[in-house]
């Protein structure tokens, strides 16, 4: 069971972190990511992070803005979003993927398993 929070109203330029917590206890055995689906479209990929969190990708929109990690012991990751701008406005979804080490997804069809959203409002 994944969980997706921390979202809320925010203006443009200011900061938000994300949490993805999950139930299972081995959440160290999958490779993590985000995506986020604004009204009327289609669920973007936004960054992903390998098992041990040594490797991550981001998509080009928010690549040097957002950051993603991890802390296994605590079945958690993070995003956090800084700079937002008012098109980061989206609800935002964390999936999960059972995999090997050192590998991380980009597609929305390469993950198993997903969370419940969080919504992300960017004022402007």
């Known amino acids: 069971q994944l969980q997706a929070s921390g979202g809320g109203l925010v203006q443009a330029g200011g900061s938000l972190r994300l949490s993805c917590a999950a139930s299972?206890?081995?959440?160290?055995?999958?490779?993590i990511g985000w995506f986020r689906q604004a009204p009327g479209k289609e669920r973007d990929f936004v960054s992903g992070?390998?098992?041990?969190?040594?490797?991550?990708t981001y998509a080009h929109s928010v690549k040097g803005r957002f950051t993603i990690s991890r802390d296994n012991a605590a079945n958690s990751v993070y995003l956090q979003m800084n700079y937002l701008r008012p098109e980061d406005t989206a609800v935002y979804y964390c999936?999960?993927?059972?995999?090997?080490?050192?590998?991380?997804?980009?597609?929305?069809?390469?993950?198993?398993?997903w969370g419940q959203g969080t919504l992300v409002t960017v004022s402007s």
């Open positions: 999936a999960a993927r059972e995999t090997v080490t050192g590998v991380y997804y980009d597609t929305l069809h390469d993950y198993h398993y």
């Open positions: 299972n206890p081995t959440l160290s055995n999958y490779a």
């Open positions: 992070i390998s098992r041990a969190g040594r490797r991550s």
